[in-house]
């Protein structure tokens, strides 16, 4: 039999939806009626006929071409497989191969997804003739997806009925009583065939279409659902697992503060390989308004980083010569706009800290200070340093009108856009473009497209020495040591237990709408988090209180990254990420300064410490004592600060 366990009858549906004449005299024992290809003048099969031929897409329009290729392909299956005998074992390989829409290959998988069926030989004619229409258009017959429901596909399978009734392969009884059955009659197994990784999978069709125009292949939407092409990706499947099930325990540990959605993307440093994507909670839950799971939050979304975004501005900063790791702000209540449109930043616990030194403000995440910086350097200076970072083009985040506010992460980002701009101070300010896609073969197996040799090459939007003064700061965030408030919570450690090294930063909206976190390892894994609701409900508890970055984000990447890290997987070459950290590259001199004023000593007496600046950006000697200044207690002192204060500002 063509496939093996089929009924006769459904025997016959499938070799008519073959499209293959085995031969006229034959017809009694092999019913089989061309449905698409024509026969040729002799009434024989044609190889055509046989094995329909692969469509080149990435040839079409290339006519001549395409023609003799097919012609080639057709000579070659005649010869390898002649006779009846052969070319039913084609159409045996043919029927259990293509494509019938509803994640379905083949006859046997068709016949479960849609009907629940796993034995061919109870497929009554009515059912069988339905899947024989599949083939032709299955994605626009699913009636899974088509938004008629199933209605096509039933005018498609009435259509194969009345053929073969005309052809007298079925009676004029079995006819009508198949053409009366409905789609309910049918018994559909109402089950959607789950796609392993749907947000992944989409954004790979997204990037394969955008590979296949620049490639010169006509309607690529088009050849990315039917050219046939082999795809291998970049997840490493298996932490992808581990990802969403990270996600989904942290988003459910905190649904008392009304957080129902969360998003994770892990890039490869070093390549700009998308190691993991989870754009939802669960992409299958659309009855929640606040989960609304189709909506891919990594990849479509544009969310406020908050104070996440508040690195990208201090390194504008920096870069531009604008301030240094120990520039003075003073962190005071100040008025931003003018007597008619005030703007008066807080901090979330609605402190003032007074004088401090640039890298305290943002390992502090003050808000205030943050405003004075994006002040110091200018909206469009960040805007471009953001477009060079592949954050958002210049010409969105100026459309925003940002102004100072651009300071507190106030434009909407993208989470994997974001993600891919921490990557550069991963790889010392190297930035490799996001990437799901290793390589594409079409269907002759030829290699169309390799990330390798085809990739854009990576750029340079800072130099090592730039990102160097970032990263000490950030790097600082994971380090108990350093970060009294939240490097507990952040700080990873190697399998033998020593702190590695790693870059973090928080970020929570002012209405408690968005919080993410963004964090990596020098030379590895950048990890970007998101957690919220998709109707953009605040999260905050029954008592009004907000969710911060601090007690949700945080613990997601820190456990997520530890297992990425620690554990063999693909994407490391299965064994841990050595502990390593970046060494002061050229361009960093490293200068003492003093602790309370930024400025370098003598008159500090044993309130100094060692920072690092670009070249020439050392400031001069401080020759004013500090003693008494500023308050009775002294110079000020962020440690101070924070252990009175409780919680940081805005984080």
């Known amino acids: 039999s063509i496939v093996q366990g089929a009924s006769t009858i459904t025997q016959q549906v499938i070799k008519y939806a073959g499209s293959i004449v085995l031969s006229q005299e034959a017809a009694d024992d092999t019913i089989v009626v061309p449905s698409i290809a024509p026969l040729d003048q002799s009434g024989e099969p044609t190889a055509d006929e046989v094995c329909p031929p692969p469509r080149l897409t990435f040839l079409e329009g290339r006519g001549f071409e395409d023609k003799i290729r097919e012609q080639i392909m057709a000579m070659q299956v005649t010869a390898a497989y002649p006779g009846r005998e052969g070319k039913e074992l084609i159409l045996a390989t043919y029927l259990n191969l293509i494509f019938y829409g509803n994640g379905s290959y083949g006859i046997k998988a068709a016949a479960a997804n849609y009907f629940g069926i796993d034995d061919l030989s109870h497929l009554t004619l009515s059912q069988a003739a339905f899947l024989a229409a599949l083939p032709q258009r299955p994605s626009a017959l699913d009636p899974y997806q088509n938004p008629d429901g199933p209605a096509d596909a039933m005018r498609e399978r009435d259509g194969v009925l009345f053929r073969m009734l005309e052809e007298e392969y079925i009676t004029l009884e079995q006819y009508q009583e198949a053409i009366e059955t409905t789609w309910e009659e049918m018994g559909p197994s109402r089950i959607v065939h789950p796609l392993l990784e749907p947000h992944f999978t989409f954004r790979v069709q997204r990037e394969m279409a955008h590979i296949l125009a620049s490639l010169g292949v006509p309607d690529p939407e088009q050849a990315v659902r039917t050219g046939g092409y082999l795809v291998t990706t970049t997840l490493d499947y298996p932490l992808q697992q581990v990802?969403?099930?990270?996600?989904?325990?942290?988003v459910r540990a905190l649904v008392d503060k009304n957080v129902h959605n969360g998003a994770l993307v892990a890039i490869d440093s070093a390549t700009g390989e998308i190691v993991t994507y989870i754009g939802s909670i669960d992409y299958y839950n659309q009855a929640d308004p606040r989960v609304q799971g189709q909506f891919d939050v990594a990849g479509l979304a544009r969310r406020q980083p908050g104070s996440a975004f508040k690195p990208i501005v201090y390194t504008s900063a920096f870069m531009n010569r604008r301030a240094t790791v120990s520039t003075m702000f003073?962190?005071?209540?100040?008025?931003f706009g003018n007597d008619q449109f005030k703007y008066e930043p807080t901090n979330a616990n609605n402190r003032e800290a007074g004088p401090l030194l640039a890298m305290d403000a943002l390992r502090y995440s003050l808000n205030i200070p943050s405003v004075q910086m994006q002040w110091t350097v200018g909206p469009e200076v960040t805007a471009q340093f953001s477009e060079d970072l592949g954050i958002a083009s210049y010409e969105y985040i100026m459309a925003q009108?940002?102004?100072?506010?651009?300071?507190?992460?106030?434009?909407p980002v993208n989470l994997t856009n974001f993600t891919q701009a921490y990557s550069a101070f991963a790889q010392q300010g190297t930035l490799h473009q996001a990437t799901a896609i290793i390589e594409i073969r079409d269907r002759d197996g030829d290699v169309i497209y390799s990330r390798e040799a085809d990739a854009p090459a990576p750029t340079q939007p800072m130099t090592p020495a730039e990102a160097y003064l970032t990263h000490w700061i950030i790097e600082g965030n994971t380090n108990p040591a350093t970060n009294l408030f939240w490097g507990p919570r952040a700080r990873l450690t190697d399998p033998s237990g020593v702190r590695r090294h790693a870059?973090?930063?928080?970020g929570t909206t002012d209405d408690f709408k968005d919080v993410s976190g963004m964090g990596y390892i020098p030379g590895s894994l950048t990890v970007g988090v998101w957690m919220g609701n998709n109707n953009q409900e605040p999260m905050s508890n029954r008592l009004g209180q907000g969710l911060f970055s601090a007690d949700g984000p945080l613990y997601l990447w820190h456990d997520f990254m530890d297992i990425a890290i620690n554990q063999p997987w693909d994407w490391n070459g299965h064994q841990a990420v050595p502990n390593l950290d970046f060494a002061q590259?050229?361009?960093?001199?490293?200068?003492?300064?003093?602790?309370f004023s930024g400025m370098s000593p003598p008159n500090c007496g044993s309130g100094t410490i060692t920072v690092p600046f670009l070249e020439g950006t050392v400031p001069p000697p401080d020759n004013v004592h500090h003693a008494d200044q500023w308050h009775p207690g002294g110079c000020f002192d962020i440690v101070q600060y924070v252990q009175q204060a409780g919680r940081p500002a805005r984080f």
């Open 243 to 250: 990802a969403r099930s990270e996600v989904q325990r942290w």
């Open 330 to 335: 003073v962190d005071a209540l100040t008025n």
């Open 401 to 411: 009108d940002p102004s100072v506010t651009l300071g507190l992460g106030t434009v």
């Open 503 to 506: 870059g973090f930063k928080t």
């Open 585 to 595: 590259p050229p361009g960093v001199e490293m200068a003492e300064v003093c602790r």
